[in-house]
């Protein structure tokens, strides 16, 4: 029988224990929760569309949305994340580590102010 895709989550983070969460898990955990969202519309994106895809061995949680009148794209994987930002359609990406909690959300939020 195939798992859900959240039940796969689930079992990815219990795997990892509630000690040693990297911040790609963390943000895995807020997805399950619905504070992901939440938070992202807190420092301004605007109706974000979450999707994960979660492969063995691919893991990237994506994110769409909309901050005034450009289009957001950010994408998370275990170890970087970018964002795309754009009237039309966000082509161009800026990287960025991901080594943080609090510092994905800076810099997301200061990327979404400068729009």
């Known amino acids: 029988m195939l798992m859900s895709k959240k039940a796969g989550i689930r079992k990815y983070l219990e795997a990892s224990g509630p000690d040693n969460r990297s911040t790609f898990r963390r943000l895995l955990s807020d997805y399950l929760d619905g504070k992901l969202s939440t938070k ?7 109706k974000p569309e979450i999707t994960i895809d979660f492969l063995e061995e691919y893991k990237c949680i994506n994110i769409q949305g909309k901050c005034k009148r450009n289009y957001v794209d950010i994408q998370i994987e275990e170890t970087e994340f970018s964002i795309g930002c754009d009237p039309i359609e ?4 800026e ?10 959300f800076a810099t997301v939020s200061q ?4 729009l």
């Open 40 to 46: 992202l519309q807190q420092i301004g994106l605007d």
């Open 90 to 93: 966000p082509d161009d990406h």
């Open 95 to 104: 990287y960025y580590p991901l080594e943080d909690y609090d510092s994905f």
């Open 111 to 114: 990327k979404l102010n400068v």
